[in-house]
């Protein structure tokens, strides 16, 4: 039996069981311990985190949605990196939430040669969440806008103020996030594969909350299980995500077009039956974004992603 057609007969008793089915699938917890990487080591350099604010009048792609907001963004260098140079880098969505533990892991990673070096820019939403919101407008939308947003005014202003020469090949540019800053990483990469290809993604909303509605996509991010990753000849993408076994909306049916943890599975399966690179980890006992889990994973979850087996 299909595992999406499972998990529709079945529902969430069968997910856990389902979950390790594909052949790049695997199941974790329920109890987790943080990975030594999250914890800074002796002999791995810090590195720099410089920040500045936005204000929504600076910018003509979201100029504010609801009115007047600021927008935090933090820049994380490592040591290793030489100015002017070339450099890979990773887009964080709702940044302040992951500078931390994102710097930690990259200065032991970067330290141990076991990603490449690498600057982390760190973007905070506009504000609000779901439909109708400056955030649910960011990242539930399936359209290349996100990513214009960041190509014309964030890097630029990053890479004059601190000198930074972002690489330009695609496989040297990765997006991350949780919940819809998740689905805001694909979406990233779907739109825009020849400027990002590695997705990191924790418990992705690749649900029914884009806003406002499109009849292209009427179905919002439910619509790339549902359709586009199946109809659309495969993309150069490489995709590691994550969800909790009590994800948000866990025992709400089909009709719902909002139960995660059905989404992320179904995801997971036509990524798997398209062939494309991803690594799917399904979590016992976890809940969204579960602060347990990514302490646990973040750590690998960045090597498998930067590698390329």
Same mark, same amino acid.
């Given at each position: 039996m299909p595992r999406s057609l499972a998990c529709l007969l079945l529902g969430s008793l069968a997910l856990t069981a389902l979950a390790a089915s594909g052949p790049h699938d695997?199941?974790?917890?329920?109890d987790y311990q943080a990975a030594p990487e999250m914890t800074a080591k002796p002999g791995a350099a810090k590195g720099v985190i410089h920040d500045f604010t936005i204000d929504a009048t600076e910018s003509k792609i979201y100029p504010?949605?609801?009115g007047p907001y600021k927008r935090k963004v933090q820049v994380y260098v490592p040591v290793q990196y030489v100015a002017g140079t070339p450099v890979p880098f990773i887009i964080v969505t709702d940044g302040p939430w992951y500078t931390k533990r994102?710097? %930690?892991a990259l200065d032991n990673l970067i330290a141990e040669k076991r990603v490449p070096v690498q600057v982390a820019v +760190?973007?905070?939403s506009g504000g609000g969440d779901g439909k109708g919101s400056q955030r649910g407008l960011e990242y539930d939308t399936l359209s290349g806008k996100y990513t214009d947003f960041?190509?014309?005014? &964030?890097?630029?202003? &990053?890479? =004059?103020d601190y000198k930074i020469n972002f690489s330009k090949n695609p496989s040297d540019r990765a997006a991350m996030g949780g919940s819809s800053?998740? !689905?805001? @990483? +694909? %979406?990233? @990469?779907w739109y825009h594969p020849e400027l990002y290809r590695r997705v990191l993604s924790y418990s992705g909303t690749f649900v029914d909350q884009q806003s406002p509605f499109d009849p292209k996509t009427p179905h919002g991010a439910w619509e790339y299980h549902e359709n586009l990753i199946m109809k659309t000849e495969r993309k150069p993408l490489r995709i590691w995500m994550q969800v909790g076994e009590k994800d948000n909306g866990w025992n709400k049916d089909e009709a719902s077009l909002h139960n995660w943890v059905m989404a992320n599975e179904r995801m997971a399966d036509v990524l798997?039956? =398209?062939?494309y690179a991803y690594k799917y980890v399904f979590c016992k006992g976890a809940g969204h974004v579960d602060g347990k889990a990514v302490?646990? %994973?973040?750590? !690998?979850?960045?090597e498998w992603l930067w590698s390329n087996q």
């Open positions: 695997s199941v974790i917890g329920p504010g949605l609801n994102v710097a %930690t +760190f973007v905070q960041i190509e014309t005014e &964030i890097l630029p202003r &990053i890479a =004059k800053g998740a !689905a805001c @990483a +694909f %979406t990233m @990469a798997a039956k =398209k062939g302490g646990q %994973t973040l750590p !690998a979850a960045l």
